[in-house]
């Protein structure tokens, strides 16, 4: 009790301290700046970032951390002051001058969308030292278009002109609009300069409106007849001699050709193909034109370092005292035989224990190796004209397992293909995928459990796994770090041992209980079809899009038949962990109602079918600090045909087996990393008896409870 009230306490002298003590005499703090329409409503965030002076927005309940944080200082900037005042965020002093020039550059910005004669004024309202303004804003006049007279030149470019005009974007009807003429211009240069005319821009084109008549007129007009065709002259490729790369790639991965038609769609694909090799630090295509009809190109490439590493690592506890840590070590070469290829090497790590109790602890260990080349292996790279080059991939990798039930290696191989469709689409391909598991080490008592539930057998017995692989991935954004809103969807597909089935007739059998399986060198195949979809949407508001609410809602199900009873161990889907479920550790929850296993020591909670939504509010909180809080349902479940294959008592699916849970995390968001925090509590854990499934805060902390350390948002 007494740590509450110290808690409230030194929380009500946070926020209670003074905002305004490091404002200069005489001067306000500007609050908050508020937006008021009459007549037509437009979105206020449509005229906000046109106000010259931005107040420092508050949080939580017009509170800001930061603000607070920065009047700790006594405005020295000396010793602990100039700690305050970097992490804090400083007051905005109000200009009473920005008020008059902010009115302008709404208007100016109105008019820019077609809404004439709009009139905005401001006031100002003073508090103390503080100053809150308030803007009325009156849009103007809209004009529709009546009519569009056409002024062009004649001859091949009117041609032209004339072929395009049914992908023109402003049309009768439209309302007339200084924005949306300006999108047309830049979208009819690109179109001509497609067609050999270099010199052609957006500075050729004029446009009149006449709204004095009953009917508004629109003149559109290209200047200038004298427009001239250009090609492509010498074509030179500079780079460093410090990364060598074979000359003779390079010219095929260069679209541009001496004596070819001007084309900046060839120009553009040229650049986005040197730069998906990522092994030039820049890429600059420059064009000199040497007469009235030819330009030369000079394709500038600078260095970078082929070397590098990347480091990952994930940890967690629970109120039952496991702990968990997963580091991952990655060393790569983008330039290994001096043609593109990358070379990628990695060392992963995860260990489960609870301290003082030896007989409670799990370690797995790993190598991955894979091998990328930046063409189809096979086919010439000068059939591939697009913007996009695929890559080969060959991958490899080993696994040791050491679990107290059992210790077990995993062996893989694949060869397939990734790359893109348009800048949005993305696709990994993998003709051949096999996989080995060999088993060995086998407590007594586990091996008891296997016996006496098949179903169980067949998912951790040795075995062999060939089969093909897909992915399918669409983002509206595809930078690393998307910076506004935007949504995702990536679809996942396994098929396995549906080819080597067509070998049974000549395949031995081997029978454990009542099931016969065929065996491929020794080792029985697995048989099945595994799906996953994932949906994800991110929406950005408030100030400068600086708070985010993301959705993330996926759904796996894998169907065996055939050769196999279950889905191998690694196929099967989990929930808990940092970036599922986070009320739960990786592995603890489900499958359905199903009790956690006895057989295992360290939790290996799986199951064919899984359901999970989660949603998360984003928000700054000052300095490189993010908070967020989040709400999560789901499970996983398992589903077996026949009764008799062993499905455990409770862990068919049921919508009342779902659970959830919800958490605050803390982020450290160094643009280059996100390090973060996250606390989750369960609110309904089907785990628990029939009338005590809805978990009581009181509980929260004592076995309902998990932490986990992560990079990267979780989704």
């Not at 060959?394 to 210790?407: A, C, D, L, T, V």
């Not at 400068?544 to 099967?572: I, R, T, W």
Request: glycine share 10%; charged share 20%.
């Amino acid at each position: 009790m007494k740590r509450i009230v110290l808690l409230v306490i030194s929380l009500f002298a946070v926020i209670s301290c003074s905002t305004t003590k490091l404002i200069p005499e005489g001067d306000y703090r500007l609050v908050s700046n508020k937006v008021a329409f009459e007549g037509e409503k437009l979105p206020a965030g449509e005229v906000t970032p046109y106000i010259r002076q931005q107040a420092k927005k508050g949080l939580i309940f017009g509170w800001s951390p930061g603000l607070s944080i920065y009047n700790w200082s006594d405005g020295s900037g000396q010793g602990i002051n100039k700690f305050w005042e970097t992490v804090g965020s400083a007051p905005t002093v109000f200009d009473s001058t920005s008020v008059q020039s902010s009115c302008s550059n709404i208007v100016n910005h109105l008019e820019s969308l077609g809404y004439y004669g709009s009139l905005v004024t401001g006031s100002v309202r003073y508090n103390g030292r503080k100053a809150w303004v308030n803007y009325l804003v009156t849009p103007g006049k809209r004009y529709p278009i009546d009519e569009i007279v056409y002024q062009v030149p004649g001859g091949e470019f009117g041609e032209a002109f004339q072929a395009d005009s049914v992908n023109m974007s402003v049309h009768v009807g439209d309302y007339l609009s200084e924005k949306s003429l300006e999108a047309e211009t830049v979208r009819g240069a690109g179109v001509f300069r497609n067609l050999g005319y270099y010199d052609f821009n957006k500075k050729h084109y004029s446009f009149e409106a006449d709204t004095l008549t009953e009917k508004t007129i629109l003149y559109y007009r290209i200047k200038d007849d004298s427009f001239q065709k250009y090609h492509i002259g010498n074509v030179n490729i500079i780079h460093p001699a410090g990364i060598p790369f074979r000359e003779s790639l390079l010219r095929k991965f260069n679209t541009i050709e001496p004596g070819a038609l001007y084309n900046e769609q060839m120009i553009n694909a040229t650049y986005a193909r040197l730069s998906a090799l990522k092994v030039f630090n820049s890429v600059s295509v420059e064009m000199t034109p040497t007469d009235s009809a030819t330009v030369d190109c000079d394709i500038r490439l600078s260095g970078l370092d082929q070397l590098g590493f990347k480091v990952n690592m994930e940890a967690s506890t629970n109120a039952s005292g496991l702990l968990g840590f997963s580091p991952q070590l990655n060393l790569f070469h983008k330039n290994l035989f001096h043609g593109g290829e990358w070379l990628d090497l990695g060392f992963t790590g995860k260990w489960q224990w609870i301290p003082n109790n030896p007989d409670v602890s799990s370690a797995e260990l790993g190598v991955t190796g894979s091998l990328s080349f930046p063409r189809l292996l096979g086919l010439s790279l000068r059939r591939m004209r697009g913007e996009n080059i695929p890559r080969t991939e060959i991958k490899g990798s080993f696994n040791y397992h050491n679990r107290p039930e059992y210790r077990r290696i995993l062996t893989s191989m694949s060869f397939g293909y990734t790359g893109q469709i348009g800048r949005n689409y993305f696709y990994q391909v993998y003709p051949l995928q096999v996989s080995t598991v060999k088993l060995f080490s086998v407590s007594v008592n586990f091996l008891d459990m296997l016996n006496a539930y098949p179903y169980l057998w067949d998912t951790f017995e040795d075995q062999i796994d060939a089969g093909v692989g897909a992915m399918i991935y669409h983002t509206t954004d595809s930078n690393v770090v998307p910076k506004t809103s935007y949504h995702y969807e990536r679809f996942s597909l396994d098929v396995s041992g549906n080819l080597i089935s067509l070998l049974n007739p000549i395949l031995p059998t081997e029978t454990f209980e009542t099931i016969t399986q065929h065996l491929l060198f020794g080792l029985p195949y697995k048989q099945y079809i595994r799906a996953e979809l994932n949906l994800g949407r991110v929406f950005r508001f408030g100030w400068n899009d600086s708070q985010a609410l993301a959705m993330h809602v996926v759904g796996g199900f894998g169907l065996v038949y055939g050769n196999s009873v279950a889905l191998p161990f690694e196929k099967q889907f989990y929930c808990g962990g940092a970036s599922s479920m986070r009320g739960w550790q990786a592995r603890t929850l489900g499958p359905g109602f199903a009790l956690m296993s006895d057989y295992f020591k360290i939790p290996s909670q799986t199951g064919n079918v899984k359901l999970e939504a989660d949603i998360e509010y984003r928000f700054p909180l000052f300095w490189k600090l993010e908070g967020a809080l989040f709400a999560e349902t789901g499970n996983i479940w398992e589903y077996a045909p026949k009764a008799e294959d062993g499905q455990r008592n409770g862990a068919q699916f049921s919508i009342q087996s779902l659970a959830a849970d919800w958490g605050v995390g803390i982020r450290v968001n160094l643009d280059f990393i996100l390090i973060r925090v996250d606390a989750g509590f369960r609110i309904h854990d089907p785990a628990r008896e029939a009338g005590d499934r809805w978990v009581r805060p009181r509980d929260w902390f004592h076995g309902s409870s998990a932490i986990h350390f992560g990079v990267g948002y979780p989704f």
